[in-house]
């Protein structure tokens, strides 16, 4: 059987990012390792948390990790399939960055941001870039548009792409319509450069 989420009274938080979560009602307690930031985030000792779950399955062990979003387990898991990434080396990434950012970091491919996660050198990013902008679906978008801007005269295709882009990170259209209206968005040089000042946007508004 395969956990998938977990809803219940948080028993224990520990310091190193692991908690302890009553569900159901049965007194049995589920071991969660959540990474530091969101361990604090779920709430106080006592308090119902929910938190969506990746069961990862070893011919050794078993382990549930948590977190606070459908896409940050989506996210950890592209991350997982990607080569030489462990649950540990997944969480210490979304641990300084969160999807969004990262999504901008390897559309942007920012060797510089992956390498500000600890244990992640210049080699480890430039590879993870490469294959992580299939794993998180995130397009090839460098040929310029007709006319090469993306602005008015040319937004019907290129901002469809951009749109296209961020619904398959995970972006609901509600959350795209703005973003995809700003000034900076339509006048980009070409539709990867849209995507980009889309993605950082949307980050800060998160």
């Avoid at 870039?129 to 937004?155: M, T, W």
Wanted: contains cysteine; aromatic residues 4%.
């Amino acid at each position: 059987m395969m956990i998938g989420s977990l809803r219940g009274p948080l028993l224990e938080r520990t310091t190193d990012g692991t908690v302890i979560i009553e569900a159901g009602g049965a007194g049995v307690g589920y071991r969660v390792v959540t990474g530091v930031p969101t361990a604090f985030e779920l709430g106080d000792i006592g308090e119902e948390v929910f938190v969506w779950v990746h069961h990862h399955i070893r011919d050794d062990a078993q382990c549930l990790y948590g977190f606070v979003d459908p896409l940050a387990r989506t996210t950890f898991e592209a991350l997982l399939g990607a080569h030489g990434v462990g649950p540990a080396l997944a969480l210490a990434i979304l641990g300084v960055h969160t999807p969004a950012e990262l999504a901008r970091i390897v559309a942007d491919d920012d060797t510089a941001g992956l390498c500000l996660v600890p244990g992640v050198g210049k080699k480890t990013a430039a590879r993870l870039l490469i294959e992580l902008k299939s794993r998180l679906a995130i397009p090839d978008l460098g040929s310029p548009a007709p006319g090469g801007v993306v602005g008015p005269d040319n937004a019907g295709g290129s901002l469809a792409d951009v749109q296209a882009a961020l619904e398959g990170l995970g972006y609901r259209p509600e959350e795209t319509v703005d973003v995809l209206r700003s000034p900076e968005v339509r006048a980009a040089p070409d539709t990867e450069t849209a995507l980009r000042i889309a993605l950082r946007q949307l980050a800060g508004h998160r």
